[in-house]
T-cell receptor, first 114, second 114 residues
């Protein structure tokens, strides 16, 4: 049981390049999230999904797109990377059963845009 | 909307000393409260949570937090810290209900030294 995994772990992009971050979970969770973590700002929600085929904007969605074609995968895309997107990106998932609805986090992807 | 304030960005403490990490929240509705811990170069892990019932909640590694509704606080405490407790700690709030999202504070870096 791997939980939540993220690919890749590190990446360096040049301004204007594109890339896709992959998040996979093996817990059959309905909800999946993408956050970015920046110093002094905590975690901010980029996009989220409440089920296969659905996505919604979070707090800071500009410059990112997402897709949830399969229940276990949640992809985050950067079409034209900018230095302001240098950050650590975390994926999380949670189920819908139980009162706590605990989120489980992946290990993160450290992205640098030069 | 909910918000979380962690007043201390860094807390240095000597090993075996007590520590308190402060968290205040703002919400007009009932909330669930969480503390997450992030060890260096890792994702976030749930440390403890308050959903309802007893206002004092404990973790398996000696941390505890007390929900204080009148002061809208959920401070995290440990009577005697260890070097291995060095990490970043995030307070988070969620509106009680199935579809609501987590809102994180900006984090407090706990640095334990000998």
């Amino acid at each position: 049981n791997a939980g939540v995994t993220q690919t890749p772990k590190f990446r360096v992009l040049k301004t204007g390049q594109s890339m896709t971050l992959l998040c996979a979970q093996d817990m059959n969770h309905e909800y999946m999230y993408w956050y970015r973590q920046d110093p002094g700002m905590g975690l901010r929600l980029i996009h989220y999904s409440v089920g296969e085929g659905t996505t919604a904007k979070g707090e800071v969605p500009d410059g990112y797109n997402v897709s949830r074609l399969k229940k276990q995968n949640f992809l985050l895309g950067l079409e034209s990377a900018a230095p302001s997107q240098t950050s650590v990106y975390f994926c999380a998932s949670r189920g819908v059963a139980g009162p706590s609805y605990e989120q489980y986090f992946g290990p993160g992807t450290r992205l640098t845009v030069t | 909307a909910q918000s979380v304030t962690q007043l201390d960005s860094q807390v240095p403490v000597f090993e075996e000393a007590p520590v308190e990490l402060r968290c205040n929240y703002s919400s007009s509705v009932s909330v669930y409260l969480f503390w997450y811990v992030q060890y260096p170069n890792q994702g976030l892990q749930l440390l403890l949570k308050y959903l309802s019932g007893s206002t004092l909640v404990e973790s398996i590694n000696g941390f505890e937090a007390e929900f204080n509704k009148s002061q809208t606080s959920f401070h995290l405490r440990k009577p005697s810290v260890h070097i291995s407790d060095t990490a970043e700690y995030f307070c988070a709030v969620r509106r009680a209900g199935t579809a609501s999202k987590l809102t994180f504070g900006t984090g407090t870096r706990l640095q334990v030294t000998l």
